[in-house]
């Protein structure tokens, strides 16, 4: 199926959502997505020549959970019950306009000091020199909370000026009343780091909730760069 032109909605405010941009958004994800290579090292980080769209959190959170849920493909990006599955930073081209980056978890405790220096050294310089880089999703587990690595990512991704926002995974694991007072604090976090997004997405992979407000976040930073 061809889509139309990304260009051909409204362009002049990305902040208030026109209500035709949530059917153009689920119209840019049923289109193709495929694997374009994983990297293991520095020198393995060529340019696309497409805006990119990166998936970082700790270990096991379900960054490619997420990447399946968001694509509607059940493999697309492999998940596993044992953290520290993805082990390259893996690039996705979704309808040969955007890029979806699968990055490895960092914070696995389990691994040798060596691979997690190796994968850490890897994630960092990616997410703090990528000219394509328009958004950062920065996955947190719903039941866990900003742990201090996040933080860590959180301030570097500032110091980088990388735009990036908060995605709540698992929250079919919680209660609705913690929810709220998981997103309320989230909230307060968010606003003290000048890069973040002030909305938080709550998502459940598992139970498709929260996917249509993460489509319609990547349809903009699409129609943006378009
Ligand atoms: P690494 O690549 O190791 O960093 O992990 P990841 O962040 O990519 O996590 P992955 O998607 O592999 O998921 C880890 C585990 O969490 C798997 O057992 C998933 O089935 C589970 N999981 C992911 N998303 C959800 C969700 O929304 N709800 C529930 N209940 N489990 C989930
Ligand atoms: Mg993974």
């Known amino acids: 199926m061809m889509m139309e032109p990304?260009?051909?909605?409204?362009?002049?405010?990305?902040?208030?959502n026109h209500p035709e941009w949530a059917e153009k958004a689920r119209v840019l994800f049923a289109q193709e997505c495929t694997f374009l290579r994983g990297v293991v090292d520095e020198s393995g980080l060529v340019s696309f020549g497409l805006p990119e769209i990166a998936f970082a959190g700790r270990s096991?959170?379900?960054?490619?959970?997420?990447?399946?849920?968001?694509?509607n493909r059940k493999s697309l990006a492999r998940t596993s019950n044992t953290p520290g599955r993805t082990k390259e930073i893996n690039f996705f081209s979704l309808a040969e306009k955007i890029v979806l980056v699968d990055l490895p978890g960092y914070g696995y405790a389990k691994a040798s000091h060596k691979a997690v220096d190796s994968w850490n050294r890897l994630i960092f310089d990616y997410l703090k020199g990528r000219p394509s880089l328009r958004r950062v999703?920065?996955?947190?587990?719903?039941?866990?909370?900003?742990?201090p690595n996040d933080e860590e990512v959180m301030t570097l991704l500032d110091?980088?000026?990388v735009n990036y926002q908060i995605i709540l995974t698992k929250i079919d694991k919680i209660k609705t009343h913690e929810l709220e007072q998981t997103i309320a604090s989230i909230q307060k976090i968010a606003h003290k780091h000048p890069a973040c997004h002030p909305q938080v997405i709550a998502t459940s992979s598992r139970d498709s909730h929260g996917l249509e407000n993460a489509r319609l976040e990547v349809f903009k930073i699409a129609l943006k760069a378009s």
């Open 159 to 161: 110091k980088s000026a």
């Open 137 to 147: 999703f920065l996955l947190i587990d719903s039941r866990h909370g900003v742990k």
């Open 6 to 16: 990304l260009s051909s909605v409204p362009s002049d405010d990305f902040d208030d």
């Open 60 to 71: 096991n959170v379900g960054k490619s959970s997420f990447i399946n849920a968001l694509t």
